[in-house]
Each structure stands twice: as C-alpha cells, then as structure tokens.
C-alpha cells in the first residue's frame, strides 16, 4: 500500500460555525513554494501551526527547510529547531540547493537551534518529562521566538519530542500552549511528523492532527515501477485548498509539484 487511506479518520476542520473562511480573510504566509501556494489559495493563514507527515524519505524535512529558507529570504526571521539531526548537517545538505544562501545563517536570518543541546541547558534530564520540565520548554521556545522576532518556525520533529512527552493528555497540552504562543506572536509553524508507510493516522500519540490549523501528508506511490512523492493537503483551517494530491521532485532549485495523474501498471492506492 502507497496511498494513506482515504481520511484516515480527519477531515477539513470548518472555520467558525462550519464555514470555510474566505480565501482573502486572513494575512497569508506565503511558503515561497510556488505548487503549494497555489493549492493554498496564496499561502498558510500566519499564526497557524502545521503537521508536515510523512513516512522516512518523503521530502519532510526539504520543504520544511525551503519553507524557511524562502521566508528568511523575504525579510521573515525564520528558526528550525532539530531534535534528531545536528544543524551544521542541515546546513551542510542545505548547500547543495541552488536556492540557499549560506548569508542568510551568517546574517542572523535563519537561525538553527539542536534541541537536545537546549535540553541540556536547561536540566531537561527526565526520559519522561515533567510538566514543569514541559513547561519551561514551551517557555524557552516562546522566549526564542519573540527575543529574535521569528516568524516561520520548524520543529523537526514532534514525534522525537512527544517520545519525552510520552502521555496523550500532555502531548495535547503541550501543542496547545504552544500553538497560542506561536500564534500571539504571528508565528507560523510546521511541526514534522514520522509515521510508518501504511498510516491509520497522521501522528504518534493520534491527537495532534486534532489540535492543529493544518495537516500537508507526504507518502511515497509506485507506478510502472518508479517511486513518486505525494502531497496532499489532509486540512487547513482558514482557507480553502485543493484536496487533490500532486506528485512532489525535490530539484536543485526547490520542490516542484504536478497533479498526480492516477492509474498505470504497479500503483498503489
């Protein structure tokens, strides 16, 4: 199987009494990723927070990153926050794209934090964090972002922090304390999410795409043997948006995106 079942359990969360809001109402963040912004209607709504979910290899981390790098590139402060992969990697990969500019980390435009060093520095230490501990760590991120002004923030990834967290009612918590803060400060927010090739759900605990404004799911399909990369756009609150699903090339100069044309030899639904 390729495809994520057909909802998965979510659909399009409704904007204030069931009805979509219009494409004009709210100030957009334009991603800066032209297939997406056009699927968007102009772009994410600012303030909202969005799961990226995909399984391993699915361009997660890529559009994430171009997110940031185009929204540093527009004058936006933007900060990645790692959990599992050290910054001076991502930057390294990050060279290899035509549409990095190494100035934009020198500048103070794209700023990269490791989490587990904040961790650290903070006397994190509990495999299982307290409250308190939970606390103090949505605090530092709010302090971050509005001591620098970011904002477009990336969290790569919630699942690696929800394994500290471990329990649904502290997980759900969490991502709604710090949704308000990102939010308060107009900040703009995708937040990574691993899951398996064969999802029933688009996170680990099963209660983050509840909380979030948006969900954008990556997957890999086959047809006539080739492996493609898939996008669709599960929800997105404040907008409307295109439900088809496009097949996503991680190029040298960004992700470019095309309709996914159904159908032929080996594909998998």
């Known amino acids: 199987m390729e495809a994520p079942p057909e909802n998965a359990g979510v659909r399009p969360a409704p904007v204030g ?7 004009t109402q709210l100030e957009r963040c334009v991603t800066g990723i032209e297939g997406l912004d056009n699927i968007l209607s102009g772009g994410i709504p600012r303030g909202n927070m969005v799961l990226v979910a995909g399984s391993v290899g699915t361009g997660k981390t890529t559009l994430c990153l171009e997110f940031l790098v185009r ?12 959990v599992t992969e050290a910054s001076d990697k991502l930057i390294q990969n990050l060279s290899t794209f035509e549409f990095f500019r190494a100035e934009l ?7 990269f934090v ?7 520095r903070l006397g994190l230490e509990h495999e299982e964090l307290t409250e308190e501990e939970i606390g103090i760590l949505i605090r530092t991120i709010r302090d ?3 001591q620098l002004g970011v904002k477009r923030l990336v969290l790569d990834s919630l699942t690696s922090v929800g394994y500290r967290i471990r329990r ?40 983050e795409e ?3 404004d948006g969900v954008i799911l990556l997957w890999n399909a086959r047809r006539q043997g080739d492996i493609l990369r898939v996008l669709q756009i599960i929800k997105m609150r404040g ?5 088809a699903q496009y097949v996503v090339e991680l190029t040298p100069i960004g992700l470019l995106m095309a309709p996914h044309l159904k159908g032929g030899q080996g594909e998998g639904q």
């Open 105 to 111: 980390v020198t500048n103070g435009s794209l700023v």
């Open 17 to 23: 009494g069931g009805l979509m809001a219009p494409a």
């Open 239 to 243: 907008t409307s948006h295109s439900q």
């Open 71 to 82: 929204g540093a590139e527009r004058g936006e402060r933007s900060l990645f926050l790692s």
């Open 210 to 212: 509840a909380i979030v």
């Open 144 to 146: 971050l972002v509005r």
């Open 114 to 120: 490791d989490l587990p060093v904040l961790y650290d």
């Open 168 to 207: 649904d009612e502290r997980i759900r918590d969490f991502m709604l304390r710090l949704g308000l803060e990102l939010s308060d400060a107009g900040c703009t927010a995708l937040l990574v999410s691993e899951i398996g090739p064969t999802p029933s759900r688009y996170s680990l605990h099963g209660v």
